[in-house]
């Protein structure tokens, strides 16, 4: 019976899984590829962490973009803010001049900064209507008529929307992010957008019960102030509630392949 050799102990004591081993390393291999894959789902969802984040960014750029921006909002108030009191100082007619002077500045200023231009022209449209109704009315108070019965409008229009179970604020979301009316069918989506709904009409409609108010009592400093105060401010509440909407519901903006 031949004796083993040295050679031939070591080779053994290799292949039996010691160190240096192929036991060895088949194990390291597969912690390698474990720790490779953790890696990898790691890296995974911290991308559809950052994607998720963009998405709800989106959100809230979508919806100030249509009205211009926080300085758009804030703009728009700027031409009510001139013209009371210049039509103390000066009378009616120099009061509509500067008020249309304003909304002018307002449109170059966006032209030339390369701002969104629509609000501004919509917003210097308005002051346009607001001005001639004045001035055909020969009356301060005249110039604040379109934006009461506009909020009267506005506010029927959303409860309408509630009424017949198509939300307004899912209906302008989904037309202005692609997600269609799908929505209709989650009645989770639903119940949150008639709340988002429900507080724009609530915004319209106080805003035509007050300053319509003020309007008969002729107040129109009272009317000025609550045009303003009313104005970006609540805005901003309503915008606020829709984009938590929104979040909840899961319809962030589509992405974009």
Not at 69 to 93: A, D, H, K
Request: proline share 4%; hydrophobic share 50%; net charge neutral.
């Amino acid at each position: 019976m031949p004796i083993p050799s040295s050679d031939d102990k070591a080779t053994n004591f290799r292949n039996t899984g010691q160190p240096g081993g192929s036991d060895d390393a088949a194990l390291i291999a597969a912690e390698r590829s474990v720790v490779d894959g953790a890696d990898q789902a790691l890296l995974a969802a911290d991308r559809e962490a950052a994607e998720e984040e963009a998405r709800e960014e989106r959100v809230e750029q979508s919806l100030l973009e249509q009205m211009g921006g926080f300085s758009g909002l804030i703009y728009s108030s700027l031409p009510v803010v001139v013209f009371v009191p210049v039509n103390t100082w000066r009378g009616l007619t120099t009061a509509i001049w500067a008020a249309l002077g304003v909304a002018t500045a307002i449109l170059i200023w966006r032209i030339v900064r390369r701002d969104p231009v629509q609000p501004a022209i919509s917003g210097f449209l308005g002051v346009g209507v607001c001005a001639f109704i004045a001035y055909r009315m020969g009356e301060a108070k005249g110039f604040f008529l379109f934006g009461i019965y506009a909020s009267l409008v506005y506010a029927g229009a959303f409860v309408l929307s509630l009424l017949v179970r198509w939300p307004l604020a899912g209906v302008i979301w989904g037309f202005l992010n692609g997600h269609g009316s799908d929505w209709r069918s989650d009645r989770r989506a639903m119940r949150l957008y008639d709340l988002a709904t429900a507080v724009w009409a609530v915004v319209f409609g106080a805003r035509y019960v007050v300053q319509n108010h003020f309007y008969d009592a002729d107040s129109t400093g009272l009317l000025a102030a609550a045009r303003i105060a009313m104005g970006w401010p609540l805005t901003a509440v309503a915008l606020l509630v829709t984009i938590w909407a929104v979040r909840r519901a899961g319809h962030l903006p589509v992405r974009k392949s």
